[in-house]
Every structure is written in structure tokens, then in C-alpha cells.
């Protein structure tokens, strides 16, 4: 296992170089560059010469490139002159929040999902499946801002229960100031993913419970709460355990139409807001996380697949 | 078999249940049956200010930065806005209005009684360490222009007193000119800035109290220290230092001579200022906190505005439901904002899109079409500025018919450029260009039948078959742009201008409208970024940045010998603007475009003072009386 993930950070250091040239080369296409993008359509042409030169961006790309390779090493990744800020900075600042935001919705829609879909799986083709099959359709084909304005609406606004936002502190941990306020986004986004998780668990409880080892069990006489708990859900949380791996890239992208409604200021509006503003090193910045999570996704499910399943080794381990 | 998964099922939703039970209400700032002593402004999304040092580089350069942050601190020499004016606003400058003699080359200003928050005077000193720094470091001033203004055109500085001083220029200068565009630049500085280490001495930098250009080393040291404070390293541009956090704890940024001092800032541009007690302008605060709140987005910002959290904010557009039949006067508010008051605010601005005159798209005809006066004549004739504003705007926008915006109320709009020059007319777009050898073929493509330059041919270097088929390219992310772009595409389609849109990021439009360059291929046509231009911190709406023969902001490289002489003649002479106005008007240097408001502003019913708004968009809590 430990040469699996040794090998696997390896090649994760290969493609995380891969992805900051292309994105780096890709920024060198913006018309105008990045002297246009920080300095506004009022900056004279000395003025942009001027900036080009002062940050090093009249050098050969190759250079430039290399001076972002090596700074990022030091741990300098870079200046947003959009947020007179270190990318680095901002990328602490914003992360945390979108973790927590991700984080606790997840843990949410598990709660909800996995015993709902194993309900549905156990009462299949009854009117409880039914009605869950259908509220689980509604959520999944619901926009994620439409539940948001519509929790808006109804506990902000018509109840005056809820507050419909979050403390905007820069601080990350602002959010435990006030946690109510934190309940709406957390909710709106979990409804989306217990609406998934919940039918993956269904099927996947479905598929288990026609297996032979359920059937053995039965017959040697395992009681129901026995087969379920100690037989079938680990195996039907496979899916799911690939599903959480395959979602840690949403700490990036994923939160972010939440994040609009509530005004929550986390990784996925940085990354538009960076991309809008062809702020090129907060670009490569929140690409970088992106990349990580995808990697580090990717590699905790492998890892996690196996620690569920003793009939998986991985890397030949 | 069932029990247990009753049981999970209970579990879960218990879970959710219990996360959603408990309950609490958000106490609201001005839902207290008191008046409320803190009141509270909804920063545009995603801008909020992000420099505290009034001598800052063009990358922090913005209104949300100066405006609504540095200026509720920090005083400029001349305020500007008066009413719902862009003019001098006297009241509210810390001098008294400039006097100019000796042809207008000397230019003498006069401090008034204001006092820095420390307890020391605002002194002619103050004054000499902005333009002392600038001397020295006039590359890294944002507003600077190489050659023009200050302080390329200043001569020498005499200090006449603590009070007096006079500024002594090369030239003559237009008085307006240097009022608007080079004094309103000016933000007197306290001694205690001057120095170059937190422990240092006030005045131990040596720049303050320098004579004019003598200490450009020393003041570019100071300048060093203070931007460094403010968060931009100027020896090492790309490094961040992270200042953000202390501009709410630093001595420096503490002293002021503006009615708030800052209590708290993050990065987030959560900003909450207090009153500063010894302030000396006119008008005190009375409320005991003014608070800037950021939003991530309109549809947040409107929440917010529905949920009361804020006392002034603004309507996003998407969210007007009924049109104003006055643009200058509020229409029906949205149904959902009954405690607010809607006011609509316009910029000191102008809108239009460049033609690129040395434009060598459509084998090089392009640039020739365009420099012909009657073709522009006929594509302006087919903007419909009025009917775009009602339709898409609910009227909330006023027409653009020349370089001097005729609204907000100004003494420098002139009666030809208010009365519309070339009003929507399709007849007459269609024979401009019969009459100037196109064969027009209406929802086609009109092509030049009689090459030539006489009066009644399509031109110089227009070829025969040369078509009237343009590319446009505007900048996408807002659906007003796009709908003004569709229907005017459809309107030029009437006289055979056939147009091909494209959609690109505002950057990239930016990017690309720049002025040729001899001898490299330019062939973009049309590009509209959807701005125009804003007249500020250069208030005098003059043309040398825009219009004038191989200014830096000349996107469409526009030459005109007659424009040039009007513009040098309204900047250098005491020549009124008209002349220019006018002659730009006629002439049609780019394609003038409605001007949406720029802001919609919701303000608490029984929140006094926050009207009239300034067009530049200055704020002054310190009038708000609740």
C-alpha cells in the first residue's frame, strides 16, 4: 500500500507540473496580457511597458515560467494585484470555508442518504420507494441556486427563522461566530447530494442483497439486522466511497453556485473571480488546488476502496 | 429486517431535523425601536477596496478604493460633486477655489482651517509632501500622463505661508482643465507619514518640508515605507507582503483629517469606520458606526436587501419590474423592497464603441469605410439610443450624442450636443449611402458601386464590390450588452450593414481594442467593452486622453487636425469646451451608445441625507441622519 501511494504522489507531481504549464501558457493568450488585466482600459501604453517590465513579464516564457516554478517551491505562489493580496494568502483565507461548507454538507447528505437508500432498497417497489424516488428526482433536477433562493424565501425571509448568510469575516473559522447562519448553504448543498448518494445506495444495497454470501448468510440463519449491517452495507458503500474520493475537486468548483446565493466568499467564486479578472497567478493558484484535490480524490478512494474491501490490494501490494 | 433500517431512516432525519430546529433570529441594525447609531452600505460585488495609501499605482486605482474607502479618511485637495453635479464642490474642499494669474500660469491655493485627527493643522506642508512625492515618484502615480499636468508642467513651488501656496506652471494652463483634471489629484498627506520606519520621527523622512524636487531620494523612501504599509512592495512589485490585515490597527492610516477613521478592515472588504472625532470639515457624523459590507453577487446583495440587512444598497437590474417614465426620477419600486427608496444615479461618463480608422480587416477596406464622415453619419442615424434605454433599460439610461456627457446636470454640455445630431432616422442612413455610390440592400449586404473620391462616391482607397459586412466584437457577462448588441446588429441590417457579433471576455475586448501600430496587421473592426469612459479623477471633460491624435486611450487611432487644435485650445487656452463639443459631436469619432444608470440605488426609508448622489460616487455617511 505504502509504494502504491508513493508511486501515486509521484505521478501526481507529473501531472500537477503538466497542468500549471498548460494553464500558464494558456494566460499567455489573453490579448493584452496580464499588464491589461490589472491596469484597465485607462492604462497608457508606456504604463503597460512599464508594468511588463517592473513584474518580469517582458521576459522570455520559459523564464517566467521557471520563476513561478521556483517561487512556488519557496512557497511563493504569486501576487493578485485585483486583491493586493499573496495568492497563497487568499487561497488560505478561502479554502477553509469552502472545506467546511463541502465538508459539512457531505457529512449531511451521508447521514440522510445512506439510510434512506438502504430503506428504499429494503421496501423496494412500495410507496415509501415511490415517494423517495420522487423527492430524490425533484432534488437532483433542481438547480442548486432555485433550493437556495427557495430556503431563502421560506426560512429567511417568510419564517424569519434562518439568516440568509453567513458572516463575511475573512476569517475562515467567522462561520462558528454565528453556525445558524451556516445552516441554509449547508442544506441546500447536501439536498443536492443526498438526492445522488441516496440512489447509488439504493442500487447499490439492491445489487448486494442478490448476492450468493447474502443468500449463505440467510440460510446459516444471520439475523436481518446482522446481514444488513455486518454483510451488506460495507459492500454498498463501495460506490459511495468512490463517490466522496471523485468529489473532493468540489472544494474548488463545486460550492460555488451556493456560495453566490449566500454570499459566501469560498474557493469556487475565488476561481470565477480570478478567471473573469484573467488574474492570471490567482488562475494558476486555484487551478493548483483543483489539481490537488483531484489527485488527492482520486488517491484517498483507491485507498479507501481497499480499506473497504479485503479482496482489493492495490499496485500489486 | 425492517426495524433497523426504521431505525437508520429515523436517524438520518432526525439529523437534519435537529441541524434545522434550532433556531435563531439575526438581529437587524435598524430594526431597534431607537434610531439606529450604525448604518450600513453594500459594496458592489466583488470590488471592495483593497489600498489605503491615497498615492497609489493604476492596479488599486478604482472608485471602490478611492471613493468609498480612501476618501472617507483621507480628504482630497477638491472635492468634487456638488448635488447630483460633477462640478467643484467648495463646501467640501479643504482650500478655498484656486485663483489663476499671470496669464493662468500661476496658480495660487489657499488652505481653509481643517485639522488632521493627531490635533495638527492640514498646513501647506501637507501639500508640499504629495507633490514633493510625486516629483519624485510621478511613475508610480496612477493618474500621471507623461508631459501633461502635473507635474511635468509645474515649474517651481513657493510656500507663501502654512495656509498659502503657489504653484508657479511652464505654460499656460486652461483653469478649468487644471482644476478638474490635475488639482483634483491632490491629497494632502500628515508629517506623520513622513518617515521610512514605524519607530521614525513624524517629518523624519524629509519630504514634507522639503523644497519643491529637492528630495526625490528621500521621498521615494518614504514612498517606499507607505506603499509597503499599504501592501505593494515597489522594488519587488510580484511580492505580496499582506498589509490588508493591519490597516485597521496601523498608527499611520489612523491619523486623518476625513469625518471616519477606520475600526476594522479585512480582506474580505469588511469595512467599519468611526467618527473621527476632531474632524473639521462642515458636517459632522452623527451615527457611531458606518459599516461597508461586501457581497459575492447581486442576487446575495438583493437578499440582503429583501432580508432589511442593509440600509443602503442598490437594485440589481435584473430586478427592476417596471420602468421609470422620468430617467432622472425613480419609476415603481421592486414589490419586495417596501422599506426602501429607489434613487437612480448616473456617472460622469460617456458610452460609445471605437471604429478602428487603420483597421486592415475586409482586405483593408475596413479602416477606409470608416474614415468616411457620411458612413458614420448612417450608422449612427440607425442607433436608436432612446428606444434601446426604454426597452432594455427600463428607461433608466440617458443617450450619448457627443464627448461631453449631457447628463448629470453640467454647465459644459452644449445645446447642439444635447439637441441629438443625428437622430434614428433609416431613411436617411439609406441615403447617405445611395447618394455616396452604395447599392443598399436592406437584411443584406450593401456593396460600393461608384468607387472614387468625389462627393458622390463610396471614398478614398474604396474599391469597387467592397461590402459593408463588419466584425463586432463586445464583451460578454452581462445581458444588457448582449440585447444592445442584437438589436443594433438588426437596425444597421436595415441599411445593408451586415454585422457578425462576437462575444468575448471584457479583457479580451480591451485587449484587443488598442490602437495600430504602422506597419503590424490590426485588423479588428468594432469592439465594445460597454463602458465609454468615465470622466474621473479627470473631471473636465476634455478629449486628450481619448481623442486626441495618438493618445494612449485613442482605442480606434481617430486623427483629426481640427480636433486636435480644439482639444490642445480647451486644455491649454481659456477656450470654453463647446467648440470641441460640438465639432466632436458632428464629426463622430466613435459610435456613441445609451448610458444605463449606473447604479440604483435603495436607500431606508426614514435614512435622510444619503440624496443627492454624487455622480462620481463619492459617499458621505457623515450626512446620513437617521
Known amino acids: ?317 | 429486517m425492517r426495524a433497523p433500517f426504521r431505525h437508520l431512516l429515523a436517524a438520518g432525519l432526525a439529523a437534519a431535523a435537529l441541524s434545522t430546529s434550532a433556531i435563531v433570529v439575526a438581529p437587524t441594525v435598524a430594526g431597534a425601536a431607537s434610531k439606529p447609531t450604525v448604518a450600513t452600505w453594500a459594496e458592489a460585488p466583488q470590488t471592495p477596496p483593497n489600498y489605503i495609501f491615497p498615492f497609489m499605482p493604476l492596479p488599486y486605482f478604482s472608485v471602490s478604493t478611492i471613493n468609498n474607502f480612501q476618501f472617507l479618511m483621507f480628504r482630497p485637495l477638491y472635492w468634487f460633486g456638488q448635488g447630483k453635479t460633477p462640478n467643484l464642490n467648495a463646501s467640501l474642499s479643504l482650500a478655498g477655489t484656486p485663483t489663476y494669474s499671470n496669464g493662468s500660469k500661476t496658480v495660487v491655493v489657499n488652505l481653509k482651517n481643517y485639522q488632521w485627527s493627531n490635533g495638527e493643522k492640514v498646513t501647506t506642508d501637507d501639500l508640499m509632501f504629495w507633490m514633493n512625492m510625486l516629483h519624485a515618484d510621478k511613475d508610480q502615480w496612477a493618474d500621471y500622463s507623461a508631459g501633461t499636468g502635473i507635474p511635468d508642467d509645474v515649474a517651481s513651488i513657493t510656500v507663501n505661508s502654512p495656509t498659502k501656496l503657489t504653484l508657479n506652471l511652464k505654460a499656460p494652463v486652461n483653469s478649468h482643465w487644471f482644476t478638474y483634471n490635475e488639482l483634483s489629484q491632490i491629497t494632502p498627506m500628515p508629517l506623520a507619514w513622513d518617515k521610512t520606519s514605524d519607530g521614525a520621527a513624524a517629518g523624519s523622512g524629509g519630504c514634507a518640508k522639503a523644497a519643491y524636487g529637492t528630495a526625490d531620494a528621500k521621498c521615494d523612501a518614504v514612498f517606499t515605507y507607505l506603499s509597503k504599509a499599504s501592501g505593494f512592495d515597489p522594488s519587488n512589485p510580484k511580492g505580496a507582503n499582506n498589509s490588508l490585515s493591519t490597516y485597521a490597527t496601523n498608527p499611520l492610516w489612523q491619523v486623518v483629517d476625513g469625518p471616519w477613521k477606520l475600526s476594522k478592515f479585512d480582506a474580505s472588504g469588511n469595512v467599519t469606520f468611526v467618527p473621527n472625532a476632531k474632524y473639521s470639515g462642515p458636517v459632522k457624523p452623527t451615527v457611531k458606526q458606518f459599516v461597508e459590507v461586501p457581497f459575492t453577487t447581486d442576487t446575495a446583495e438583493f437578499n440582503a436587501l429583501v432580508g432589511g440587512k442593509i440600509d443602503v444598497g442598490f437594485l440589481p437590474s435584473a430586478n427592476i419590474t417596471k420602468p421609470t417614465k422620468n430617467p432622472f426620477v425613480a419609476g415603481p419600486n421592486n414589490s419586495r423592497l417596501t422599506n426602501y427608496v429607489l434613487d437612480p444615479i448616473y456617472s460622469w461618463s460617456i458610452n460609445y464603441f471605437p471604429y478602428n480608422f487603420q483597421s486592415t480587416g475586409d482586405s483593408g477596406n475596413a479602416g477606409k469605410i470608416f474614415s468616411q464622415l457620411y458612413f458614420r453619419q448612417a450608422f449612427q442615424s440607425l442607433v436608436n439610443q432612446t428606444a434601446y434605454i426604454q426597452k432594455i433599460w427600463k428607461n433608466y439610461g440617458i443617450p450619448t450624442y457627443g464627448p461631453v456627457p449631457t447628463y448629470p446636470p453640467n454647465s459644459f454640455a452644449s445645446s447642439f450636443e444635447k439637441s441629438n445630431p443625428y437622430p434614428y432616422s433609416v431613411t436617411k442612413a439609406k441615403a447617405l449611402l445611395t447618394s455616396h455610390g452604395w447599392k443598399v440592400v436592406p437584411n443584406g449586404t450593401s456593396t460600393c458601386v461608384r468607387p472614387g473620391s468625389a462627393n458622390n462616391q463610396c471614398g478614398k482607397g474604396i474599391p469597387a464590390g467592397a461590402k459593408l459586412d463588419f466584425n463586432l466584437e463586445y464583451a460578454t457577462g452581462g445581458t444588457a450588452l448582449a440585447q444592445l448588441m442584437n438589436v443594433e446588429k438588426s437596425s444597421w441590417a436595415q441599411a445593408g450593414i451586415n454585422i457578425t457579433l462576437r462575444g468575448a471576455s471584457f479583457n479580451t475586448v480591451l485587449g484587443h481594442a488598442v490602437p495600430c501600430t504602422a506597419g503590424q496587421s490590426c485588423d479588428w473592426e468594432l469592439e465594445n467593452w460597454g463602458g465609454g469612459w468615465v470622466f474621473a479623477p479627470d473631471y473636465y471633460p476634455t478629449g486628450e486622453a481619448i481623442f486626441q491624435t495618438g493618445a494612449g486611450s485613442n482605442s480606434g487611432s481617430y486623427s483629426s487636425a481640427a480636433a486636435d487644435h480644439l482639444i490642445t485650445a480647451s486644455t491649454k487656452g481659456n477656450v470654453a469646451l463647446t467648440s470641441y463639443e460640438n465639432f466632436l459631436a458632428k464629426d463622430l469619432p466613435a459610435v456613441y451608445q445609451p448610458n444605463p444608470a449606473t447604479s440604483l440605488t435603495e436607500i431606508r426609508k426614514g435614512l435622510k441625507g444619503v440624496t443627492p448622489q454624487s455622480p462620481l460616487f463619492s459617499i458621505t455617511p457623515e450626512a446620513w441622519r437617521f
Do not use: C
Open chain 1, 1 to 317: 500500500m505504502l509504494g502504491y501511494i508513493v508511486r501515486r504522489t509521484l505521478q501526481a507531481i507529473v501531472v500537477i507540473l503538466g497542468v500549471t504549464l498548460i494553464v500558464f501558457l494558456l494566460g499567455q493568450l489573453i490579448p493584452g496580457g496580464q499588464a491589461r488585466a490589472a491596469l484597465g482600459p485607462k492604462a497608457t501604453t508606456l504604463q503597460l511597458a512599464r508594468f511588463n517590465h517592473l513584474n518580469g513579464y517582458d521576459q522570455p516564457l520559459w523564464v517566467q515560467y521557471w520563476h513561478y516554478i521556483l517561487g512556488m517551491l519557496k512557497g511563493d505562489f504569486g501576487y493578485s494585484y485585483k486583491n493586493n493580496q499573496g495568492v497563497w494568502e487568499l487561497i488560505v483565507e478561502r479554502l477553509p470555508k469552502t472545506i467546511t461548507l463541502v465538508g459539512a454538507s457531505t457529512v449531511l447528505a451521508l447521514v440522510i442518504a445512506i439510510p434512506l437508500g438502504m430503506a428504499q432498497a429494503i421496501r423496494r417497489n412500495k410507496p415509501f420507494d415511490y415517494v423517495m424516488t420522487a423527492f430524490s428526482f425533484i432534488l437532483y433536477a433542481m438547480p442548486a441556486f432555485l433550493i437556495g433562493e427557495l430556503l431563502i424565501l421560506l426560512f429567511s425571509f417568510t419564517l424569519n427563522w434562518l439568516p440568509s448568510q453567513p458572516p463575511t469575516d475573512a476569517s475562515a473559522w467567522a462561520v462558528f461566530t454565528n453556525p445558524m447562519a451556516f445552516l441554509l448553504p449547508v442544506v441546500s448543498l447536501a439536498a443536492l447530494t443526498i438526492a445522488s448518494f441516496s440512489r447509488y445506495m439504493r442500487s447499490s444495497v439492491l445489487d448486494t442483497v442478490a448476492e450468493d454470501y447474502i443468500r449463505t448468510a440467510r440460510a446459516k440463519g444471520a439475523s436481518p439486522g446482522r446481514i444488513l449491517w455486518g454483510h451488506a452495507m460495507r459492500n454498498a458503500l463501495l460506490p459511495i466511497i468512490t463517490l466522496i474520493g471523485l468529489s473532493l475537486p468540489a472544494i474548488v468548483g463545486g460550492a460555488l453556485i451556493i456560495e453566490d446565493v449566500f454570499n459566501y466568499p469560498g474557493m469556487g467564486l475565488l476561481t470565477v473571480q480570478a478567471a473573469s479578472n484573467d488574474d492570471i497567478p490567482l488562475i494558476l493558484g486555484t487551478t493548483l488546488v483543483a489539481t490537488i484535490a483531484t489527485v488527492v480524490g482520486s488517491l484517498l478512494a483507491d485507498v479507501l476502496y481497499a480499506a473497504a474491501d479485503p479482496r482489493i490490494r492495490l499496485g500489486g501490494d
